[in-house]
Nanobody
Framework: VQLVESGGGLVQAGGSLRLSCAAS????????IGWFRQAPGKGLEGVGC????????VYADSVKGRFTISSDNAKKTVYLQMTSLKPEDTALYSC?????????????????WGQGTQVTVSS
């Protein structure tokens, strides 16, 4: 399993970014893809998750209504569209994959991780 994130950067509060997670090495539509983030000095926080086979998504309350997960199955890529960004969204964002995570927002339930991409939101 290989996951490669891209799209991070520096953005002003209120702005938008789209992160990408390119997947390879596994049967894409048999997996769940999750997004997690870790801010400096804090633990991992689940952002959202998608079951690829039916595109059902789950979001953390902190991002609901602002972040959207989508996928391009032909490209084996999952996107995290982030809008109305806040300084507290600043973190290293990582995508994850697992066939059957027990809970979509629990980092311990995902077996494969990308290296992450940094998102910094300035006030």
């Amino acid at each position: 399993v290989q996951l490669v994130e891209s799209g991070g950067g520096l953005v002003q509060a209120g702005g938008s970014l789209r992160l990408s997670c390119a997947a390879s090495g596994f049967t894409f539509d048999e997996y769940h893809i999750g997004w997690f983030r870790q801010a400096p000095g804090k633990g991992l926080e689940g952002v959202g998750c998608m079951k690829i086979s039916d595109a059902v998504t789950v979001y953390a309350d902190s991002v609901k209504g602002r972040f959207t997960i989508s996928s391009d199955n032909a490209k084996k890529t999952v996107y995290l569209q982030m809008t109305s960004l806040k300084p507290e969204d600043t973190a290293l964002y990582s995508c994850t994959a697992d066939e059957e995570p027990g809970h979509c927002l629990a980092p311990a339930d995902f077996g494969s991780w990308g290296q992450g991409t940094q998102v910094t939101v300035s006030s």
